[in-house]
């Protein structure tokens, strides 16, 4: 019996990750099955939209068989061609996973270049953080592939929620050259709690999260270096942004904090931050937040007026703070005004 037929008899799934709904005709069993009915296969070359070879993106190896992009600080632009947040692999002794594959199809593309320009091993799992555009937008171009998309239980309907906004949005903001090709792949793979996912004499370990900075935050935990990717659970550089419930983003970050870790991947920032010290900034930043909106609404203050000065004291602190600041006291001014 080959290893790889040997694995997948005996892959870690049962109980922890339940198909997507809709998806229900491939059950966990069965998609163990197709996984490996295709999934090592050997990956086919990469070919872009426009039929050039994609430059391979930059990545750095942050730990042992660790690779991780580091995207720019800024909102999405022609320019940058939504290159805005960090997106990694893993590569284990039979396969790759993907965590997050940047924000556009043509991104997605240079990340798959920038794996091959490594190894030939399969991509088994490309896994999201969460829903937003720019940790979604590049999982088209891993399609051929054949991995399990992967994610929070909760992803697959905000993306079906957000399909349509997000793709005119990020359209009008990328301008048609980058965004072509991008289109979004839900999960066919969901994590009602904690997994384990093996890539060969590796396994990284996901737990789906309460609600934080989205409803549908993932962690990764690479066993064997450590190396935890938080996704947008922590933002360094980048203003934090919040897009689930300022209180349910405290209590993670608490949770997290007391999580061992050897280092940390944020969704924005440096490629690799010493854990847990980097969580500290972010945490104060949401704390005053919080606490000052507390105090306006016990003093009557209207949100907009709360707007204009809530967390102002950060403002040196961060990168992008008018594009969110004022949009984090009005999301933690309508959470904590019904406290
Ligand atoms: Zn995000």
Redo the contacts with the bound molecule.
Sequence with gaps: MSRDRQLCQTYPFAGQIRPVAGLAARSVSSGIAWLCAIGFAASATTTSVAGESPQPLAVTEVASGVFVHQGQTGLFTPRNSGDI?NCSFVIGKEAVAVIDTCGSYKLGERLLAAIRARTQLPVRYVIN????P??VFGNAAFEAEKPRFTGHKKLARALAARADRYLAANKDLLGPEAFEGTRIIAPDLAVEDKAELDLGERSLVLVARPTA??DNDLTVLDKETGTLFA??LLFSVHVP?L?GSIRGWLAVLDKLAAEPAARVVP??GPASMPWPQALEPQKRYLSRVAGEVRAAIKAGRTLADTAKTAGESERGSWQLFDEFNARNVSAAFAELEWE
């Design positions: 947040s953080t969460h829903m937003h720019d940790h900075h989205t996704g947008d942004a897009d969704g924005h």
